[in-house]
């Protein structure tokens, strides 16, 4: 086993390299390393950097920058780095002493030993140990390998008001509702398969953040949502102050598989006609536009630091974020229903578009649409091309 240096962003790193750590397709398998990196997550630290620039930008500006789940503390380093102009400081911790040495060695190969403090610490006590000594959280990165549930207590609690959250969850398959039981236990909402789980996942996932921080008497707004291949990240303004009830329960037509109605908690009553339904879920905007808008611009200013793909991303959220509705539909599903080949998502387009109806392209599926129009429209445009 040998150290290679590394660099994304701006930042430089050492990590522990052998032949045993890639599988026999011949890909790194970040579960393997004895310190916990994953290359193919190097799009969710773009997010991070950009989400921290935008926040500064648009709310205020963030001192420090929490990450108690850090592996190699390259998050943490390119945080540091990448803000300069702001002069955030970094406390990263991990529980294994191995990631805590090469934290300490990257730390010092980039120079930014005066403005990063690392712990040994299990995650939660080191959100209480800085709660404790006083240091206030601005912005807090919560990104496990799975689900991210037992960690939103002492984030809620931790967190400074007006502060900054990142949560991502790799567990997608209980997200989307392919584990029920679990989803239900892990959660605390019914869910199950779709053809646009990406999204349920999503809106599933930030419920679980707005009830936890709820208990601690905060309430957490979501800035953006995104899905990438094996995550999902989501981000949040965290306020101490009560905020309008968007988490409810879709209504699911058995035949379609698609909803027909929304109930919202606390503001509609019980309705009949939803005995098929996918909730409690996070009803309202996934993006905050401002805030998107923000991590657009600052992603054109410095583009040589973060993924190409995340550009059309960004344009596609935009795009979809003008659309007020809960979920998208599956172009190729409801052309296989109809047992027809799969029209061009820009003709569909222009007929949703002549009959008054709004409509884009979504970045949790290829095959996805995001339009207001109801199911039986969407279903009848498909069957006419």
Not at 38 to 59: C, E
Not at 156 to 165: D, R, T, W, Y
Not at 179 to 206: C, F, M, N, P, Q
Not at 256 to 280: A, H, M
Request: charged content about 30%.
């Amino acid at each position: 086993m040998e150290n290679i240096e590394l660099k994304e962003g701006r930042a430089k790193f050492f990590l522990p390299m052998s032949n045993e750590f890639f599988r026999s397709d011949g890909k790194l398998e970040p579960a393997w390393l004895p310190i916990f990196y994953n290359p193919y997550s190097s799009i969710n630290r773009d997010l991070t950097v950009l989400g921290i620039k935008a926040f500064s930008s648009l709310f205020r500006k963030i001192e420090n920058f929490i990450e108690p789940l850090a592996g190699s503390c390259v998050r943490t380093i390119r945080v540091v780095l990448e803000n300069d102009d702001i002069e955030i400081n970094g406390y990263a911790n991990d529980i294994s002493k191995d990631a805590v040495e090469y934290c300490v060695k990257n730390i010092s190969l980039n120079g930014l030993e005066e403005k990063i403090k690392v712990m040994n610490e299990e995650a939660n006590f080191f959100l209480h140990f800085l709660l404790k000594k006083g240091i206030k959280q601005d912005a807090v990165d919560i990104d496990p390998y799975g689900s991210p549930i037992n960690f939103l207590d002492s984030a809620s609690k931790a967190i400074s008001n007006n502060g900054l959250l990142f949560v991502t969850a790799t567990d997608i398959g209980t997200l989307m509702g392919k584990y029920k039981d679990t989803s239900l236990r892990r959660y605390g909402s019914h869910v199950y398969k779709t053809d646009y789980g990406r999204e349920i996942a999503a809106r599933v996932l930030i419920y679980s953040v707005i009830r936890a921080f709820s208990s601690n008497e905060k309430n957490a707004y979501p800035l953006f949502t995104y899905y990438h291949e094996h995550f999902l990240k989501t981000g949040f303004l965290i306020k101490k102050e009560k905020q309008a009830n968007k988490i409810g329960f879709l209504c699911i037509d058995s035949n379609s598989g698609y909803p027909f109605d929304k109930v919202i908690l606390g503001k509609d009553g019980f309705k009949s006609e939803c005995s098929n339904y996918i909730g409690p879920i996070w009803l309202g905007e996934l993006w905050n536009r401002d805030f998107l808008l923000k991590v657009e611009d600052f992603y054109r200013k410095g583009k040589e630091n973060y993924s190409i793909k995340l550009e059309k991303d960004i344009n596609t959220m935009l795009a979809e974020s003008e659309i007020e509705n809960p979920f998208y539909y599956h172009i190729d599903k409801i052309a296989s229903k109809l047992k027809k080949n799969v029209p061009k998502f820009e003709k569909i387009e222009e007929e949703l578009k002549k009959l008054g109806y709004a409509s884009s392209r979504t970045h949790f599926d290829a095959k996805g649409i995001k339009t207001n129009a109801p199911y039986d429209i969407v279903f009848n445009v498909i069957k006419s091309l």
